[in-house]
């Protein structure tokens, strides 16, 4: 009954602080019909630059970092992401009217990463005074990477049965287990050369490009100075912008999921806390393993929670032209992205709970 009443009140004081607070404004703008907006190259300029900072700051702390206290967070990472879309994609497949291809893609973008959920945690525990490894930006490309890549290539292995067993069953669903046949070599090599084009065109991709360029900007250049007196002083102003935007987003999107079976409806409101405990547990398995903090197991968590709403979608549908959009995007931005944002406060309070900030 005390950890209840902890976590209430922690979620109410975190709805009162501007990155739930523009969260929430966005969607109440959204919901009375306004006709505010902020341009899509603003929104563009936004995410690049937060995204720029993010890397950055992981770069710095990474030349300082131990190998061994970041390569176990980013298996970790990389774990969890592949984890998710194995245990999505084979839930949503099995129920009746959705198929492989839609499930695959709605798993790969709740396993993938949303930088700007990732931002929202950081400046929470910024917020709260509660440290974290400085390394811990770095984590995202491991899990959203890992996460798309695993989601596309389960998803064209589940077409390529479906053609090879002549429809048996009826139903993409019945093609997860289907049988192989004398192409098996061709499949491989075919899915060799996938997962290549798959990781360049997400390397391409603006906001991983962005990511990784502040990562190698912070690691191998000195970029200290214009962090501190440029990127940090506008960081919480620009993610509040960024946070109003989210949210008339994410109510615009609500509507989408009427398109789309109620299963949907019910993945996108419970999804993103069994993956963020799903990363809790991963993080406290770093913990226990080389230290880390408490600060870094939550924002694992919170990353684990996230799902993409950059990166994962222009992605998806190049690589999945054949899964429905309204099903992926409706789900993760309508609502795994506010329930994410809102299940912070409840990482925090676990992570204080049983390792202590």
């Known amino acids: 009954m005390d950890l209840l009443l902890e976590l209430m009140a922690t979620l109410v004081a975190q709805v009162q602080k501007p990155t739930l607070a523009f969260l929430i404004g966005g969607m109440m703008l959204a919901a009375l019909g306004s006709r505010f907006e902020i341009p899509v190259p603003i929104y563009k300029f936004i995410v690049v630059l937060l995204l720029l900072k993010v890397g950055m700051g992981a770069g710095i702390s990474i030349r300082e970092a131990d190998l061994v206290d970041l390569l176990v967070p980013a298996l970790c990472a990389a774990a969890v992401g592949m984890l998710i879309v194995l245990l999505g994609g084979r839930m949503l497949a099995r129920r009746p009217g959705i198929s492989a291809v839609d499930g695959m893609a709605t798993a790969g973008l709740f396993g993938a990463v949303s930088a700007s959920t990732l931002a929202a945690g950081m400046a929470m525990l910024d917020g709260a005074g509660v440290a974290y490894e400085g390394f ?61 084009e798959i990781l360049k065109d997400t390397f391409r991709s603006p906001a991983i490009s962005a990511l990784v360029l502040g990562l190698a900007l912070g690691t191998l250049g000195r970029p200290d100075a214009v962090y501190a007196s440029f990127y940090e002083p506008l960081f919480r102003g620009l993610l509040s912008i960024l946070m109003l935007i989210m949210g008339m987003e994410a109510w615009s999107r609500l509507s989408e999921l009427r398109k789309v079976a109620h299963t949907y409806v019910l993945y996108g409101l419970t999804a993103p806390l ?55 995007v409706g789900a993760s931005t309508g609502l795994g992205t506010p329930v994410a944002i809102l299940s912070i406060p409840l990482f925090m309070a676990l992570a204080d709970r049983f390792i202590g900030f």
């Open 274 to 328: 069994v993956h963020g405990l799903i990363g809790f547990a991963a993080g406290l398995a770093a913990h226990h393993l080389t230290g880390f903090s408490a600060g870094g197991v939550v924002l694992l968590s919170v990353m684990a929670a996230s799902s993409s709403d950059i990166s994962g979608p222009p992605t998806m549908r190049g690589a999945l032209p054949e899964a429905n959009p309204s099903a992926y």
């Open 136 to 196: 811990v930006g770095a984590l995202y490309p491991f899990m959203d990477i890992a996460a798309l890549v695993t989601a596309i290539v389960l998803a064209k292995s589940a077409q390529a049965r479906s053609l090879s067993g002549g429809g048996k069953g009826g139903s993409a669903t019945a093609t997860l287990g289907g049988g192989g046949g004398g192409t098996a070599g061709g499949g491989l090599f075919g899915q060799g050369a996938m997962v290549g």
